[in-house]
């Protein structure tokens, strides 16, 4: 079953159901009925190029002045230039997508965010942070680690260890 | 009979004591612990450093005292007088594992550095308050800290010397806060000579670092290796150990270090001059970097060896900044005893030992200052350091 038949059998149908006779489309009857309509469209398509399709020497150009880009697929060499510029631009991606370049991101080395505090306070992280950075290098790595290390609770009373140690906040917990 | 009956009183007295005193004593609680680490590690759970900047400009001297920031010292009192203990300590171990070799972790200086800023801003708000004998004992709480902090490893002496800058910064200032007074400094003098020995020196941090290396180039240390470059991941440049490892190549890596070690040891202990020695260090560093670039030989030395030329400077100054403060406290003393500054620096002084002469000495309107006359090679600055008079 094609689509074509299917809606030769629609048409059919359509048919039957109006009056059996093919809808024909009067202009000149259709501009006399409206005239009033008619011109107030006409006049807006001579104005600015807003609105209905005008005929005059703008039509091939856009508003910013330049040829307009419908003007240019329908010369015969617009369309060539469009399809070698497509097919140049997708080489060109295909390329640096495939190609094995020095510049290509490789997976680099562990950032500093994602060293663990003991990555980080270890000799040769120290190490490292001042051979690049001198003692501010050192320093960084020094705060950046106390940072990742703390904050400390500034007193734990023996009380709040007990209700850890049981469980259980409001009872009463003797040892 | 009396005489009888006294000896008998005696005797029982003494049966007696022999027979409760030491369990009396043994009863008593444990004395305090001697490792000062014990303690510092206690003050270390204890404390919260404050990250505003502020904490940092008034522990520099540059900000006056805040309300924050004598609520942050009212919040660390307890966290204070811990370290004051320890500071009092004459032994410190840190435990550290020296076995784990270069994965060793160091997590005490960072709190360190952070403690000495806390003791240090006490001793601000203690001068701030007038106290100026009280936060000149802060101040050399502070360098006692230092001192614990230790030499072991390169980078412990580089925290060390850190903190010991803090502290003297901050002793020249509260020095300029109050007219000199010949008693005080004669106790600061002693003070300060009884603090910094023994003097701190990088050579036994080499030593114990080149052992350890060399541990650890060995097959059956294979993963730590690895896993101590791992920590050298966040520099791009860095050399970077070859997938495959074998006992030639860790073998080569080996004589290597162990060759490139004993020159610079050698060139350090010589008798040449800072100019020198950090001309030559300069000289070794670079072509080490360039063979470990083109071979693999040089691979570990590149990644495990110190920047020396850099840590040779940082002592260099340490000691010259150690040594501008003592020839001030000279020209100070000489104010306090004869109420006018000298008009030259008086001979036998401690010298810059970026040029081994004396300290370039010129009175200015607040005091006076005290000028190296040989610059640091490696930052590229000469350094001067100022005393305020009052």
Not at chain 2, 61 to 67: A, F, R, V
Request: overall charge positive; charged content about 25%; aromatic content about 8%.
């Amino acid at each position: 079953m094609s689509e074509r038949k299917d809606e030769k059998w629609l048409d059919d149908q359509l048919q039957r159901a109006v009056d059996g006779t093919t809808p024909v489309f009067d202009a000149q009857a259709w501009k006399q009925k409206y005239a009033g309509e008619f011109e107030a469209l006409r006049s807006r398509g001579r104005g600015v190029g807003w609105g209905l399709p005008h005929h005059n020497r703008r039509e091939d150009l856009d508003r910013w002045g330049k040829p307009h880009p419908t003007r240019i697929l329908r010369s015969s060499f617009g369309k060539v230039a469009i399809a070698a510029a497509i097919m140049v631009t997708a080489g060109i991606l295909l390329i640096g997508h495939l190609w094995p370049t020095t510049d290509k991101p490789t997976p680099g080395p562990q950032p500093m965010a994602q060293q663990s505090p003991a990555q980080m306070v270890s000799m040769i992280s120290l190490s490292t942070a001042f051979r690049s950075g001198g003692m501010e290098g050192l320093d960084r790595q020094c705060e950046r680690a106390l940072e990742r290390l703390g904050p400390r609770p500034t007193s734990v009373s023996m009380q709040e260890l007990l209700k850890d140690i049981s469980g259980k906040g409001q009872e009463r917990t003797s040892i | 009979m009396k005489a009888t009956t006294g000896l008998i009183m005696v005797v029982v007295a003494g049966a007696l004591w022999a027979c409760f005193g030491p369990v009396a004593s043994a009863a008593a609680y444990p004395p305090d612990p001697d490792n000062a680490a014990v303690l510092y590690y206690q003050s270390f759970l204890l404390y919260n450093a404050p990250t505003s900047e502020s904490f940092d400009d008034f522990v520099k001297g540059k900000t006056g005292p805040s309300e924050e920031i004598k609520q942050c010292l009212q919040t660390g009192r307890t966290t204070i007088s811990y370290a004051l203990l320890a500071a009092e300590r004459e032994h410190c171990d840190w435990g550290l594992v020296y076995s784990k070799g270069f994965s060793l972790v160091l997590p005490h200086l960072a709190q360190c550095r952070s403690l000495s800023k806390l003791l240090l801003a006490d001793a601000r708000l203690l001068a701030s308050e007038g106290n100026y004998r009280k936060a000149l004992e802060r101040c050399l709480s502070t360098k006692k800290l230092a001192r614990h902090v230790g030499d072991e490893v390169v980078i412990s002496l580089l925290v060390r010397h850190a903190i010991d800058a803090l502290a003297d910064d901050c002793i020249r200032d509260i020095l300029g806060m109050t007219p000199p007074d010949p008693q005080t400094l004669e106790w600061l003098k002693g003070q300060l000579a009884a603090v910094s020995a023994p003097q701190a020196s990088f050579a036994k941090g080499l030593k114990y670092e080149q052992e350890m290396a060399l541990e650890m180039m060995q097959m059956d240390r294979l993963p730590e290796l690895r896993e101590a470059f791992q920590g050298n991941d966040s520099q791009p440049t860095a050399p970077r150990l070859p997938a495959k490892i074998d006992e030639e190549f860790l073998a080569k890596n080996r004589a290597y270090y162990t060759r490139y070690m004993t020159t610079m040891q050698a060139t350090l202990a010589g008798p040449r001059s800072y100019a020198e020695k950090c001309l030559a260090l300069r000289t070794m560093q670079t072509q080490m970097t360039q063979e470990a670039d083109k071979k693999t030989d040089a691979v570990a030395t590149a990644v495990l060896v110190p920047a020396l030329g850099r840590v040779y400077g940082i002592e260099v100054k340490a000691q010259a900044r150690a040594n501008a403060l003592r020839v001030g406290l000279e020209l100070l003393t000489a104010k306090g005893q004869t109420g006018k500054l000298p008009e030259r620096l008086p001979v036998n002084m401690l010298k810059d030992p970026f040029s081994g002469q004396d300290y370039l000495y010129q009175k200015t309107a607040a005091g006076f200052l005290l000028r190296c006359q040989g610059k640091d090679l490696d930052k590229d600055q000469v350094y001067e350091w100022e005393f305020k008079v009052k």
